[in-house]
C-alpha cells in the first residue's frame, strides 16, 4: 500500500515562529502536494512540486515555502506563523503515469494551530 | 480557473437507503478527470470512485456509483445501501489532464448515517 506520512499530526505554535510540516511518502511518486483544508472552502492547493528541487505555486502560496531536497519528502514551512494559518494541512503524492488516472494519495493530515 | 461546486453542506441519509450527493464543475476543457473522496473522522482522504470524462459510461464501484452529465458539467455519487461507515466528508475534485495531478475540490458534503 501507498503510505504517505505526515510527521506531526497535532502542533501548537505562537504568533511569528517558524513552523516545518514534513511530509515522506514511500511510493517513489514524482509529484508531492501542500494542500490546507478548511471548512466550506474543501481543499486548496499551497504547492506542488513534480521533482526534486522543482516547485510551483498553487492557489494560495503567500506567507508558505517548500522545500523538496529528497525525492521522498516534501516540506512545507511557515517562515512566521499567523493565526489565520490555524488550519488542517493535507500532503498529498501521485506517480507522473497517466495509469489509472494518476491517482492522489494523501496523507493523515496535520493539524496546525496558531496562538 | 476551473471550480467545483458542492450545493449540500450537510446530508443525512438512513441506513441501508440511498443517497445522492451533488457536485458542479465549470471548465472549458474536454479532456479531465473527476473524482470523489471521502474523508471519515480519522482524516484520511480515501479515493472512491474516477470519472474519466472522455468515457461516456458512468463509473461503478460497489454501492457507489455517479451519474455524469458532461453537457450539464454535473457530477453527482449516488450510494446505495448507506451503511453506518459512510459516514464522513465527501469531496468532488476535477484534474485537467495535463494540470499535473493538481486537483481542484469542492467545498465538501458532510453525510451522516442514521442507525
Known amino acids: 500500500d501507498v503510505k504517505v506520512t505526515q510527521s506531526s499530526r497535532y502542533l501548537v505554535k505562537r504568533t511569528g515562529e517558524k513552523v516545518f510540516l514534513e511530509c515522506v511518502q514511500d511510493?517513489?511518486?514524482?509529484?508531492m502536494f501542500w494542500y490546507r483544508q478548511d471548512p466550506g472552502l474543501g481543499l486548496r492547493l499551497i504547492y506542488f512540486?513534480?521533482?526534486?528541487?522543482?516547485?510551483e505555486k498553487g492557489d494560495i502560496p503567500e506567507g508558505y515555502s517548500v522545500s523538496r531536497e529528497k525525492k521522498e519528502r516534501f516540506s512545507l514551512i511557515l517562515e512566521s506563523a499567523s493565526t489565520n494559518q490555524t488550519s488542517m494541512y493535507l500532503c498529498?503524492?501521485?506517480?507522473?503515469?497517466?495509469?489509472?488516472?494518476?491517482?492522489?494519495?494523501f496523507g493523515e493530515g496535520s493539524w496546525l494551530t496558531v496562538v | 480557473a476551473q471550480t467545483v461546486t458542492q450545493s449540500q453542506p450537510e446530508m443525512s441519509v438512513q441506513e441501508a437507503e440511498t443517497v445522492t450527493l451533488s457536485c458542479t464543475y465549470d471548465?472549458?476543457?474536454?479532456?479531465?478527470?473527476l473524482f470523489w473522496y471521502k474523508q471519515p473522522p480519522s482524516r484520511q482522504m480515501i479515493l472512491v470512485i474516477r470519472?474519466?470524462?472522455?468515457?461516456?459510461q458512468n463509473a461503478t464501484e460497489n454501492r457507489f456509483s455517479v451519474n455524469f452529465q458532461k453537457a450539464a458539467k454535473s457530477f453527482s455519487l449516488k450510494i446505495s445501501d448507506s451503511q453506518l461507515g459512510d459516514a464522513a466528508m465527501y469531496f468532488c475534485?476535477?484534474?485537467?489532464?495535463?494540470?499535473?495531478?493538481?486537483?481542484?475540490f469542492g467545498g465538501g458534503t458532510r453525510l451522516m448515517v442514521k442507525p
Open positions: 498529498a503524492s501521485s506517480s507522473h503515469l497517466r495509469v489509472s488516472g494518476n491517482t492522489i494519495y
Open positions: 511510493m517513489d511518486h514524482e509529484n
Open positions: 512540486s513534480y521533482d526534486v528541487k522543482m516547485k
Open positions: 471548465t472549458s476543457e474536454s479532456d479531465y478527470y
Open positions: 470519472q474519466e470524462a472522455y468515457k461516456q
Open positions: 475534485a476535477y484534474r485537467f489532464y495535463n494540470a499535473g495531478n493538481m486537483l481542484t
